[in-house]
């Protein structure tokens, strides 16, 4: 297979032999590229595809790598062949997979059912209620925290006495009832044979570290690549030390300025150490942007220099000059919008597809404004980013029936399925359940007797709970329809817009059918959440033309012809919840830093001196916001500075001198003397 598309350095890492190898890649540098070309250069070179593993930060991503795969192995249906025989898919998808295969050697359920983050929340938050945890004039940490310091103390590998100290002290006192809380945690998801995401990785970890099931795992796989390196966490660098404990066969690749998840416990060290743990690896570090334009790469570099700790490396571009980014003011986040929207027509005007623009920003609420706008004007966006699909009240109730189906010991699914018939509260729903759980299937339920408020419906319910966990029962979009029949009064008495809520449902329904059986459907969904409706109903159609707006988080690893990125105000990004710890403002400018770097050849970043509290301008009340500290006056060097209205501008921003607290003081001097 030729590698002559690429340069040389990405030849030499694509070419690599069986070395530990990392790959450190800039933005923009072709790290795709390069890890699409040496997995086609592994399956020319005669290893067979599903001897190779790769692994990517989401389901999305592994399908386009293994596109470019078939591409470069000439497409056809010999490209498409090998590259659908490769593994593909993020770290918890390859475990739930080698789980079910190899799982019984650890005694392990293969029909185990999955808990993602709510679920375990749920869960957690019952135990510590039967258990009597929150009792005492302490206050007890909440489910979200508890859920919190269980999952990091299990990725980062830490002792929960030492995670308390260092991230969670207001906690430390309650650190015997947390333990207990945790264990009792983990007997009851042994009983209900479910795993939450956390366990997948740790149940992983058991296997391979199995004498007899050890070698048999590591032994399916002659090569394991693994793109975004830095944002793994402890446990995932050790997971891949043990499917390669020489290092053999291994490439993993990052870029240490985009390491942006630490929050889910990812610590960018794994990049920065890989050369200590693996003697003798092999680095290769790209440079060359293919991306930017150099005038953008001016200011990008200027803005990741700032960062206390990385691998130095001064991004360069072959391309012609460019325009310089522009940072504007605006008064305030009506003329943010207006200019994006100005700058987003003209440049649509100018041939350039509302697609290959986007709009970018810290958190989800920062585009509720400019959302609103858009819809006005009728121009078409999507958004990605924010809530999920899945965090919906009326998907989780469907996805709930599903699970409790394929799984009738998972309580967390069966409470929340039986409280949405009226009548039915937690304890009711505990005392249904348990003979259940006991049983392993619904027949205890056709002599139950349930509150006189649910009787009307429960006949229905165990007839379809007994038909649809049958093991040949209907196919998948039959039964998601059945379940949807028998919601859909549930749904309407319970929440608003049931209307909307119950298209949604068929969504799910259609796109039930590309799944081979409900427990793939279950776990695919679970673990790599589709972002909306849209996004479930399958790759928008090449006409389709719409504004991308996307959180930073969500714009990762994507490019496009000019970006936007709105708010860029201290309090916003740096985001005001992360302001702690040198390492979190480090992580919020490695944040900026992947949003400025998505650009190809238009960069705009705006910064609004007045923003009001939300409800957008509802209550009016406003804050005069300062520009982010990641572009001091030295950074700002390579922007053009303007002014979105100059003369507006002048006359509102006077009195940003004046407000806040010299305006009271003002206040309080006048008050004085009347
Ligand atoms: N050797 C090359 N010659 C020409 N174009 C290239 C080459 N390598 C990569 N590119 C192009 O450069 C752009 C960036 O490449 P790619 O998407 O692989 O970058 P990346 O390193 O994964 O980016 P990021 O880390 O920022 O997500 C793409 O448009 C790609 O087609």
Redesign the pocket.
Same mark, same amino acid.
């Given at each position: 297979m030729k590698l002559d =598309?690429?340069?040389d350095r990405?030849r030499e890492a694509a070419a690599h032999g069986d070395e530990p190898l990392l790959i450190v890649?800039?933005?923009?540098?072709?790290?795709?590229?390069?890890? =699409?070309h040496r997995v086609a250069h592994l399956i020319d070179r005669g290893v067979r595809p599903e001897r190779i593993l790769l692994v990517t930060f989401a389901r999305r991503a592994a399908a386009e790598l293994l596109r470019r795969v078939d591409g470069l192995l000439n497409g056809g249906a010999r490209g498409r062949a090998a590259s659908g025989r490769v593994w593909g898919g993020t770290f918890h998808a390859v475990a739930t997979r080698l789980l079910r295969l190899h799982g019984e050697h650890i005694g392990l359920h293969p029909g185990f059912t999955i808990h993602d983050r709510a679920d375990s929340e749920d869960l957690l938050d019952v135990l510590r209620a039967e258990l009597d945890l929150a009792r005492g004039d302490r206050r007890f940490p909440r489910k979200a925290t508890c859920a919190d310091i269980y999952s990091r103390c299990v990725n980062a590998r830490e002792p929960l006495g030492t995670l308390l100290d260092r991230g969670f002290p207001w906690c430390k006192e309650h650190e015997d009832g947390l333990k207990l809380l945790f264990r009792t945690y983990t007997d009851r998801k042994a009983e209900q044979n479910v795993l939450d995401f956390d366990d997948l990785l740790v149940f992983l970890d058991g296997l391979l570290a199995d004498p007899a099931a050890g070698p048999i795992v590591r032994g399916r796989f002659d090569a394991v690549l693994v793109d975004e390196y830095q944002d793994t966490n402890a446990l995932q660098a050790d997971l891949l030390e043990r499917l390669r404990p020489s290092g053999r066969g291994l490439t993993v690749v990052g870029?240490d300025a985009?390491a942006i998840y630490s929050f889910r416990a990812a610590t960018v060290r794994n990049i920065l150490d890989f050369p200590l743990r693996y003697p003798g690896a092999r680095s290769v570090v790209?440079t060359?942007?293919?991306?930017s334009t150099p005038t953008l790469l001016e200011a990008t570099n200027r803005v990741i220099a700032q960062a206390r700790e990385r691998h130095a490396k001064e991004l360069w571009s072959a391309r012609p000059g460019g325009e310089r980014p522009e940072l504007v003011t605006c008064r305030d986040e009506e003329q943010q919008s207006e200019l994006v929207i100005e700058r987003v027509l003209a440049r649509r005007e100018q041939g350039m597809d509302l697609r290959r623009q986007a709009v970018l920003f810290r958190a989800s609420h920062h585009s509720a404004q400019l959302e609103i706008e858009l819809g006005r004007r009728g121009i078409p966006f999507r958004k990605y980013g924010g809530l999920r699909f899945l965090e919906a009240a009326h998907v989780r109730d469907l996805l709930a029936f599903l699970r409790l189906l394929e799984n009738p010991r998972d309580l967390v699914a069966g409470t929340r399925v039986l409280s949405l018939l009226p009548g039915i509260g937690p304890h009711i729903a505990r005392a249904l359940l348990d003979p259940v759980v006991a049983h392993g299937g619904f027949a205890p339920w056709r002599a139950a007797r349930p509150p006189a408020a649910a009787a009307p419906r429960w006949p229905a319910l165990v007839a379809m709970c007994e038909e649809l966990s049958a093991p040949h029962g209907p196919a998948l979009p039959v039964q998601v329809h059945r379940v949807r029949d028998f919601y859909a009064p549930l749904c309407e008495a319970r929440y608003d817009h049931a209307d909307a809520r119950l298209r949604d449902l068929e969504q799910l329904e259609h796109a039930a059918a590309a799944f081979t059986d409900r427990s793939t459907m279950l776990a695919e969904l679970t673990l790599d959440p589709p972002q909306s409706t849209q996004e479930l109903a399958g790759p928008p159609s090449l006409d389709d033309d719409y504004l991308v707006l996307s959180t930073i988080h969500s714009a990762?690893?994507?490019?496009f012809d000019a970006t936007y990125v709105i708010h860029a105000a201290d309090g916003n990004i740096p985001s005001d919840l992360a302001t702690g710890r040198p390492e979190e403002i480090d992580e919020e400018l490695r944040l900026f830093y992947?949003a400025l770097?998505?650009a190809?050849d238009h960069l705009t970043v705006l910064f609004p001196l007045r923003w009001y509290d939300r409800p957008a301008g509802v209550g009016g009340k406003h804050s005069y916001a300062q520009l982010t500290r990641f572009l001091p006056p030295a950074v700002r060097a390579a922007f053009d500075e303007r002014a979105a209205a100059p003369e507006a501008l002048r006359a509102e921003a006077l009195p940003t001198v004046e407000s806040g607290v010299s305006a009271e003081i003002r206040k309080r001097m006048h008050d004085l003397w009347s």
């Amino acid at each position: 297979m030729k590698l002559d =598309a690429l340069d040389d350095r990405q030849r030499e890492a694509a070419a690599h032999g069986d070395e530990p190898l990392l790959i450190v890649a800039g933005a923009g540098t072709g790290k795709t590229t390069t890890l =699409a070309h040496r997995v086609a250069h592994l399956i020319d070179r005669g290893v067979r595809p599903e001897r190779i593993l790769l692994v990517t930060f989401a389901r999305r991503a592994a399908a386009e790598l293994l596109r470019r795969v078939d591409g470069l192995l000439n497409g056809g249906a010999r490209g498409r062949a090998a590259s659908g025989r490769v593994w593909g898919g993020t770290f918890h998808a390859v475990a739930t997979r080698l789980l079910r295969l190899h799982g019984e050697h650890i005694g392990l359920h293969p029909g185990f059912t999955i808990h993602d983050r709510a679920d375990s929340e749920d869960l957690l938050d019952v135990l510590r209620a039967e258990l009597d945890l929150a009792r005492g004039d302490r206050r007890f940490p909440r489910k979200a925290t508890c859920a919190d310091i269980y999952s990091r103390c299990v990725n980062a590998r830490e002792p929960l006495g030492t995670l308390l100290d260092r991230g969670f002290p207001w906690c430390k006192e309650h650190e015997d009832g947390l333990k207990l809380l945790f264990r009792t945690y983990t007997d009851r998801k042994a009983e209900q044979n479910v795993l939450d995401f956390d366990d997948l990785l740790v149940f992983l970890d058991g296997l391979l570290a199995d004498p007899a099931a050890g070698p048999i795992v590591r032994g399916r796989f002659d090569a394991v690549l693994v793109d975004e390196y830095q944002d793994t966490n402890a446990l995932q660098a050790d997971l891949l030390e043990r499917l390669r404990p020489s290092g053999r066969g291994l490439t993993v690749v990052g870029d240490d300025a985009q390491a942006i998840y630490s929050f889910r416990a990812a610590t960018v060290r794994n990049i920065l150490d890989f050369p200590l743990r693996y003697p003798g690896a092999r680095s290769v570090v790209l440079t060359q942007s293919f991306r930017s334009t150099p005038t953008l790469l001016e200011a990008t570099n200027r803005v990741i220099a700032q960062a206390r700790e990385r691998h130095a490396k001064e991004l360069w571009s072959a391309r012609p000059g460019g325009e310089r980014p522009e940072l504007v003011t605006c008064r305030d986040e009506e003329q943010q919008s207006e200019l994006v929207i100005e700058r987003v027509l003209a440049r649509r005007e100018q041939g350039m597809d509302l697609r290959r623009q986007a709009v970018l920003f810290r958190a989800s609420h920062h585009s509720a404004q400019l959302e609103i706008e858009l819809g006005r004007r009728g121009i078409p966006f999507r958004k990605y980013g924010g809530l999920r699909f899945l965090e919906a009240a009326h998907v989780r109730d469907l996805l709930a029936f599903l699970r409790l189906l394929e799984n009738p010991r998972d309580l967390v699914a069966g409470t929340r399925v039986l409280s949405l018939l009226p009548g039915i509260g937690p304890h009711i729903a505990r005392a249904l359940l348990d003979p259940v759980v006991a049983h392993g299937g619904f027949a205890p339920w056709r002599a139950a007797r349930p509150p006189a408020a649910a009787a009307p419906r429960w006949p229905a319910l165990v007839a379809m709970c007994e038909e649809l966990s049958a093991p040949h029962g209907p196919a998948l979009p039959v039964q998601v329809h059945r379940v949807r029949d028998f919601y859909a009064p549930l749904c309407e008495a319970r929440y608003d817009h049931a209307d909307a809520r119950l298209r949604d449902l068929e969504q799910l329904e259609h796109a039930a059918a590309a799944f081979t059986d409900r427990s793939t459907m279950l776990a695919e969904l679970t673990l790599d959440p589709p972002q909306s409706t849209q996004e479930l109903a399958g790759p928008p159609s090449l006409d389709d033309d719409y504004l991308v707006l996307s959180t930073i988080h969500s714009a990762k690893g994507l490019e496009f012809d000019a970006t936007y990125v709105i708010h860029a105000a201290d309090g916003n990004i740096p985001s005001d919840l992360a302001t702690g710890r040198p390492e979190e403002i480090d992580e919020e400018l490695r944040l900026f830093y992947v949003a400025l770097s998505r650009a190809r050849d238009h960069l705009t970043v705006l910064f609004p001196l007045r923003w009001y509290d939300r409800p957008a301008g509802v209550g009016g009340k406003h804050s005069y916001a300062q520009l982010t500290r990641f572009l001091p006056p030295a950074v700002r060097a390579a922007f053009d500075e303007r002014a979105a209205a100059p003369e507006a501008l002048r006359a509102e921003a006077l009195p940003t001198v004046e407000s806040g607290v010299s305006a009271e003081i003002r206040k309080r001097m006048h008050d004085l003397w009347s």
